[in-house]
C-alpha cells in the first residue's frame, strides 16, 4: 500500500500513484522492515529535480520493479527540502562512498537506517558502465539474503566513520586580516577571468561569495575584489541563466559560458541574488544591477507568491512541449521560426540577433536560449521592451512549469530579507509590504502556538518537520532586515526570540553549532555542516543574525556566540572560501564593528534612507522618532533629536561619532 496520498509535501504527493508501496519517513516504516526482516530503500528528491522525474518515470511507474522492490524492500520516500537533515546525513555517507552526490539519492539502510549501498540516479537499463536499477535491487538482495553479517560490518563501519567526522570545536578565535587575505587569494585564483563566476562546468551562481567580495570592497576599497563581483554579476545576467522574458535565475548553468542553464528556478537562488544585485547597485549605481533586482523581485512576487502570503520553493525544470512531451526547458526556449510566428519576419531577425537565437541552436533540437551575447551594437531600447512583452505575452500561453507551494521558513527569510531592502533602495514599497506578509505567515503559522519554528508549511497549514538551524539563522537574518527598513521593533523582538532558541537549542560546547536542536529525532548521526551550498549554511546563517542582533541591543551573549561560531571560518576561509561565501561575509561585518545607526527621526526620511544605502559590512539601521522610539529599539534610547532636526548618531567598538543632522555626513560616514 502507498502510504504517500496524506502527506503535504508535492514531491511525495507525485508518488503518491506509483505502484511502490512508499512510506513516509517514520519509525513505523523501520519497524516493518524489522518485522519482515528485509532492508530500507531510501528514495531522497524534491519536486522540480529533473532526474527525479526521470527516476520515477522509468523504475518506480514500472509495474515489475515496484512488484520486486515491494517483495524485498520497505520503500521510504524522503523530500529533502522538507527534511534537509536527514538528507544531509546519508548524502555525507554517499559522497564519503562514491566520491560525488545528487539527487536522487538512493541508498539502501538496515532496519536501524544504517547504510550500507549507496547510488543516486540508476537507468532502468546497464549503460556507461552504470548498472540497471532491477540489477542494483538484485544485487542488494543477493547480499542481504546471503551476506548478511557482512553488510552489518559495512553498516556499521560506516556509521563509525560518520561519527568520527564531527566537529569538536568552531575553530581557533575569530577570522583576521590575513584569513581574509587568503580567502580572496584562492578566489583570485579560482575565477574565470573570460567568463565570470568560479570554477568551470557546471558553474553555479556564488551569490554569497560577491556578497563578500561588495563587503570587503566597501571595507579596504579593494578595486580587484569589486571588480570580480561586478563582471561576473553582469556575465549572469547578460547569460542563459537569467530569464530575458521574465526575469528571475535558473538552478546553475550546465556550461562555463552561463549559456544553458539547468532550467529549475528556486526561490533561494532568486532571493539571494536579487539581494547582491540590490547590494551591487548600491555599491555602483549600475543601471543592470538595478533592472535585475527589481525583475527578479517582481518575478518571486508574480510567479512564488502563495495565496497565504508566503513564497513558493521551486518551478520545475520540465514542462509540455509543442508535442505533449514533458521535456527540460520547453517552457523557456526559442527557434527561429517560433520567433517569426510571433514576431514577423523583421522583429524575429531583430530578436535572434539581440537574444542569441541561432538556426543551429544553442541548446537541444534546434531550440535556443534567451541571453544577451552583447555582439549587436547599440539597439533601440522601445523595440527591444516591445519585442520582449511580444515574446513574454506568447510564453504564458505555453504549458506552465509545475511549481513546489510548500513555503520553507528559511528561504522565505531569505526573501523577506531580499524584498524588504529592494523595495527600500528602489522606492517600492509594494515590496516591502510583499516582505511583511511573508514574515506574517511565518510567525502566524510557522511558529504557531508551539513558539518553535516549523520548517514548512503548505496551504497555510503547518508541517510536521522541525525547523533546522538554517531556518532559524534565515528567518532572524529576514525579520532583522524588515526591522530596519520598516522601523517595526517587533521583527527585532521575534528574531532575538529565534536567536534564543540558537544559543538554547543548537549550540554545543566551544562555539560550535548543530544543523538540528538538542531535542530533535536522532539520526544516525548529528548533522553538522558549516559550509555554504545553495544558501548559507545554519552555522553561518546564524553567524550573521547573531552579530546583527548584538549590534541591535548590545547583547553580549549574543555577539559571543557569534564571534564562537566564527571560529570556524578562520580554519576554512583559507582553504575553501568558495564554499564558506556567507561565513566571509559575515566576518566582514564583525571586523568593521559592525556599525550601529540610530535614526532619530521618520521612518522613510532622508536620514533613513541614506542609512539604509550606507555601504558599511553588516551595518544595522534602527529609525524611530517619539518617546517609544527606545522601546522598539534599544539603540534609540537616549538619541535626542539635535535642533529639532532628524539625527543620525554612528557608533561601532563602543565608540560613537558626533550625531549629524546632514544626510551627506552621515553617508560619507557609512561609506556612502
Known sequence: MNRLADETSPYLLQHADNPVDWWPWSPEAFAEARERGVPVLLSVGYSSCHWCHVMAHESFEDETVATYLNAHFVPVKVDREERPDIDAVYMEAVQAATGHGGWPMTVFLTPDAEPFYFGTYFPPEARHGSPSFQQVLEGVVAAWTDRREEVAEVA?????????????????????????????????????????????????????????????????????????????????????????????????????????????????????????????????????????????????????????????????????????????????????????????????????????????????????????????????????????????????????????????????????????????????????????????????????????????????????????????????????????????????????????????????????????????????????DPTDSATPSGWTAAAGALLSYAAYTGSEAHRTAAEGALGVVKALGPRVPRFVGWGLAVAEALLDGPREVAVAGPVGGELHRTALLGRAPGAVVAAGEGPGAGAEFPLLVDRPLVGGEPTAYVCRHFVCDAPTTDAGELAAKLGG
Open 156 to 528: 556499521e563501519r560506516i556509521v563509525a566513520d560518520l561519527a568520527g567526522r564531527s566537529l569538536v570545536h568552531g575553530g581557533d578565535g575569530v577570522p583576521g586580516e590575513s584569513e581574509i587575505a587568503q580567502a580572496l587569494l584562492g578566489l583570485t585564483r579560482e575565477y574565470d577571468e573570460q567568463h565570470g563566476g568560479f570554477g568551470g562546468a557546471p558553474k553555479f551562481p556564488p551569490s554569497m561569495v560577491v556578497e563578500f567580495l561588495l563587503r570587503h570592497y566597501a571595507r579596504t576599497g579593494s578595486e580587484g575584489a569589486l571588480q570580480m563581483a561586478a563582471d561576473t554579476c553582469s556575465a549572469m545576467a547578460r547569460g542563459g541563466i537569467y530569464d530575458q522574458l521574465g526575469g528571475g535565475f535558473a538552478r546553475y548553468s550546465v556550461d562555463r559560458k552561463w549559456v544553458v542553464p539547468h532550467f529549475e528556478k528556486m526561490l533561494y537562488d532568486n532571493a539571494l541574488l536579487c539581494r547582491v544585485y540590490a547590494h551591487l547597485w548600491r555599491t555602483t549605481g549600475s543601471d543592470e544591477a538595478r533592472r535585475i533586482a527589481l525583475e527578479t523581485a517582481d518575478f518571486m512576487v508574480r510567479e512564488l507568491r502563495t495565496a497565504e502570503g508566503g513564497f513558493a520553493s521551486a518551478l520545475d525544470a520540465d514542462s509540455e512541449d509543442a508535442d505533449g512531451r514533458h521535456v527540460e526547458g520547453a517552457y523557456y526556449v526559442w527557434t527561429p521560426a517560433q520567433l517569426r510566428e510571433v514576431l514577423g519576419e523583421d522583429d524575429a531577425a531583430f530578436a535572434a540577433a539581440y537574444f542569441g537565437v541561432t538556426e543551429k541552436g544553442t541548446f537541444e533540437e534546434g531550440a535556443s536560449v534567451l541571453r544577451l551575447p552583447g555582439d549587436t551594437g547599440p539597439v533601440d531600447a522601445a523595440r527591444v521592451a516591445d519585442v520582449r512583452g511580444r515574446l513574454l505575452a506568447a510564453r504564458e500561453e505555453r504549458p506552465r512549469p509545475g511549481l513546489d507551494d510548500k513555503v520553507v521558513a528559511a528561504w522565505n527569510g531569505l526573501a523577506i530579507a531580499a524584498l524588504a531592502e529592494t523595495g527600500a533602495y528602489f522606492d517600492r514599497p509594494d515590496l516591502v509590504e510583499r516582505a511583511t506578509e511573508a514574515a506574517d505567515l511565518l510567525v502566524r503559522v510557522h511558529l504557531g502556538e508551539v513558539a518553535r519554528l516549523a520548517r514548512t508549511s503548505k496551504d497555510g497549514q503547518a508541517g510536521d518537520n522541525a525547523g533546522v538551524l538554517e531556518d532559524y539563522g534565515d528567518v532572524a537574518e529576514g525579520f532583522l532586515t524588515l526591522a530596519a527598513v520598516t522601523g517595526e521593533g517587533a521583527w527585532l523582538e521575534f528574531a532575538g526570540f529565534l536567536l534564543d532558541i540558537v544559543l538554547e537549542q543548537f549550540t554545543g560546547e566551544g562555539g560550535q553549532l548543530y544543523d538540528t536542536a538538542h531535542d530533535a529525532e536522532q539520526l544516525i548521526r548529528r548533522p553538522q
